[in-house]
Structures are given as C-alpha cells and as structure tokens.
C-alpha cells in the first residue's frame, strides 16, 4: 500500500482530479477574466476533494508558462511538472499551505510568519496562492491575525480557505470570504473512491460497501486505521469503539473520532434492522455523535466518554 500522507502536505496525494470538472473551467475563466476573488471560501464535506481541487487549480495557473503545464484535458498533474516538484520539496515561492487540523493547529506565529512570506514581492510578479485547510478549526486569536492578512491582499495574492464544516466557522472569516459550496453525487463520490483506491493500493474491506455515509478521502484515510487495528468486522464493536478511543486519546488526530463516528453509522444500521423503534435509535445515535463530538472539542475524560458511549449503546441493544 502507498503512503497515504506526505511530510509537507497531505493536498499532493493525488495527481488525478476527479468530479470537479465544472468548478475548474468556471474558476479559469473568473482567473483568466481578472475576476477570480481574492479570498475564496471552499464549503463541504471533508475528504470529496476541496484541498486537491484547489491544489489542482494553483498548480494549473502557476505552471502556465512552463515545459510541462498542467494537463487540463484529463486534469491532472504530470508528476515531472516543475511547480509540482517544487511543492513536493517546499521550495515553491508562491505557493504557501497551513493546517489548522489538531494537533498542529495554526497559531498566531505561523499567520505572522506567512505575513513576512508575502510582504515580499512574489517572482517575476506572478501570483501567489496560500491555502489554509480546516479553516473551522482555527482558534480565534490566529482567526484575528488571519483577518488582517487577508482584508487588503495585495495585487498578487489569493487565498483558499477549505471549510471541512468539522466546527462552526467565525463569522468574520465568512463576511471576508466569497464562498462555493461544494457536493458530490453519489456517482462521483464512487469514481473518486474508485480512483484512489487503485492509487494507493487499498485491499477491499468491509467499510468500503458503506462509502454513502462518509467521503472517498476519509475512507483512504480510515484503511491504515483497519490495517493497525486490525479490524475484520463490527462483531466486536465494544472492542473496536474502545480501541479507537484510546488512539484518540494518545494522538489527538480527528480521524479516529472520524472513523468511530462512521463506524457508528454503520452499526447503528444494523440495529435499525432488528430494533423497530427508530425514534430511540434516532435519539441514542445523535446522543452518541454528540458526546464524541465533545470529547473532541473539550478533552473530556476517556473513561467516563467510553462508559457513556457503552450506555446509550445498551439501550439500543
């Protein structure tokens, strides 16, 4: 199996974009038009694409003029593209990603340090792009010095914010943004699935029958999970939910309460086949989502979260 995530980035993973045609030749034509906003709000699900489509669409526009541009007709990137490999080893001037992603969440430092990287004036005055991905999750002191950053850019900088909507989004981040709401049919979720799991090598496994209820990238990323956990089935799901939460707890990285969070959907359609009370499996399942939710955001004790989750698992039983 390929590596899945990459030490500078985690938006270069795939070289092929897929189910975003149309947002592509609308967002060239804004660019080529001198139209294209400044700041520009991607709204939607986390793991259908916004980072790579928006790494697709730099890499586009900055390797216009070079040996190998991007290849729009597929839209993809020819891995000997020189804006690619200098992103890839970080030496590319004007382009600049942040994370807010825990547990290396952007802090005031990294928005102080991108604020020297582009007062200086970009080569042969192209333009400059900064993606800043999990923007929800940003705290509010680094939102404020985002603020200022981005309420006068200069004449060569665009900004993509990518909302995963993990968190509720300050306001004044949304009033300085233009926003694109992205989704994806159930066709293009499958064709991009199907894409990546060819790309990175992923075995077929259980959870792969259930891509409805989550995105083609949180499944990719959910496989190195099943293959460290080493989890064949839900038969043992007390065992499995527990596990995760340890994981959690010792990392800190979202995707494990992702990944019990899709795990939940799953098994809570098992017990919407045997127990006919919908509203008690409706009730317990947002109770459990909410209490996962939380542990997340505040920290709670583990203990206490898995002795609860246990609980309102007990009443569905």
Do not use: W
Not at 71 to 100: A, G, M, P, R, W
Not at 257 to 275: A, G, M, R, T
């Amino acid at each position: 199996m390929k590596n899945i995530t990459n030490s500078n980035t985690e938006i270069k993973k795939s070289n092929k974009l897929i189910g975003y045609d149309d947002l592509f030749i609308k967002f060239e034509k804004l660019y080529l038009n001198k139209r294209l906003p400044k700041v520009i709000l991607l709204s939607g699900d986390k793991g259908i694409g916004k980072s790579t489509f928006a790494f697709h669409f730099i890499n586009y526009i900055l390797s216009m003029n070079s040996k190998i541009p991007y290849d729009k007709d597929s839209f993809s990137i020819n891995l000997n593209n020189e804006t690619y490999k200098k992103i890839i080893i970080n030496v590319e001037q004007n382009f600049h990603f942040l994370k807010c992603e825990k547990p290396n969440t952007v802090s005031i430092d990294d928005i102080r340090q991108l604020r020297t990287k582009l007062s200086k004036t970009p080569l042969v005055n192209s333009s400059r792009f900064t993606i800043i991905d999990d923007i929800e999750l940003i705290n509010l002191n680094s939102a404020n010095a985002l603020l200022k950053l981005i309420e006068e850019p200069s004449d060569y900088d665009y900004f993509f914010l990518i909302n995963n909507k993990c968190n509720k989004l300050i306001e004044t981040l949304i009033s300085r943004s233009l926003e694109f709401k992205v989704f994806l049919s159930s066709n293009q979720k499958n064709q991009i699935f199907t894409y990546l799991k060819s790309y990175f090598e992923i075995e077929e496994n259980f959870t792969h029958n259930y891509i409805k209820y989550t995105s083609p990238g949180n499944l990719i990323k959910f496989d190195p999970i099943i293959n460290e956990l080493e989890i064949t089935s839900l038969n043992e799901f007390d065992k499995v939910s527990s596990e995760i939460l340890k994981m959690f707890n010792k990392t800190k990285k979202d995707i494990y309460i992702n990944f019990l969070l899709f795990l939940v959907d799953i098994k809570f359609l098992e017990f919407s086949k045997i127990n006919k009370n919908y509203v008690q499996i409706a009730d317990t399942k947002n109770k459990i989502n909410s209490l996962l939710t939380r542990y997340y955001k505040f920290n709670l004790n583990s203990i206490n979260v898995y002795n609860q989750f246990t609980n309102y698992l007990n009443h569905v039983r």
